[in-house]
């Protein structure tokens, strides 16, 4: 299949486990941030989101966690499975744009 | 609703030549943007379309360019293809879908395109 990045980190974990993935983000002027999951083949496609008044989030198996003091931004998956396994991106969008500024990536590779 | 789609899927050409890519966005959404995928330089933001106009636009040569028609659908053009240009395209178009806010972008599956 398509290779999405051959060089990027990767976190490896079993199944059942919680899989915490970390994002530096570059601009502090940043207001909105997404995460992203991209499987083999396929584009990006929307986990979760939060707006920069906000220091958590909450959805269905997944938190994100945002410290703007250290710009910092962190995606926690509970319960991980087989089917997570992917490349995860966080991105944000500069206040005034529309353009989504993607981190490089980080691959999860869940075991059974 | 329907996601993003994207035509063709895998394209092939030779350098020198020229190719023409197209997005159709989820019904509804008007903004539509253009992402460049490769393995050394992640997703580069090209440009982004709403109501016909560009909006914004990233730092690509002019080979590069874009546009948008009257029902939001938008296609990007690729001129004097060089090797550097194979890459994953992909479009995205923003608003309220999958359970983001109105400035949730969404994917489509991107165009494959490979220049030999």
């Known amino acids: 299949g398509e290779s999405v990045g051959l060089h990027l980190p990767t976190l490896s974990v079993q199944e059942g486990d919680n899989s915490i993935i970390n994002c530096a983000y570059s601009n502090s002027a940043s207001d909105y941030f997404i995460w992203y999951k991209q499987e083999s083949g396929k584009g990006p496609q929307f986990i979760i989101d939060i707006r920069s008044n906000m220091d958590k989030r909450q959805g269905q198996r997944v938190t994100v966690l945002l410290n703007k003091t250290v710009k910092h931004l962190s995606l926690q998956i509970a319960a991980t499975q087989p089917g997570d396994s992917a490349v995860y991106f966080c991105?944000?969008?500069?206040?005034?744009?529309?353009?989504?500024?993607f981190g490089a990536g980080t691959r999860l590779a869940v075991h059974p | 609703k329907a996601g993003v789609t994207q035509t063709p899927r895998y394209l092939i050409k030779t350098r020198g030549q020229q190719v023409t890519l197209s997005c159709s966005p989820i019904?509804?959404?008007?903004?539509v943007s253009w992402y460049q995928q490769t393995p050394g330089q992640g997703l580069q933001f090209l440009f982004e379309?709403?109501?016909?106009?560009?909006?914004n636009k990233g730092n690509f040569p002019g080979r590069f360019s874009g546009r948008q028609f009257s029902n939001s659908r938008s296609e990007m053009n690729v001129s004097t293809l060089e090797l550097g240009d194979s890459a994953l395209y992909l479009c995205a178009s923003k608003g309220l879908a999958g359970g983001g806010s109105t400035d949730t972008q969404y994917f489509g599956p991107g165009t494959r395109l490979t220049v030999l």
């Open positions: 019904s509804g959404h008007r903004s």
């Open positions: 379309y709403f109501s016909e106009t560009q909006r």
């Open positions: 991105a944000e969008i500069p206040g005034g744009y529309n353009k989504l500024i």
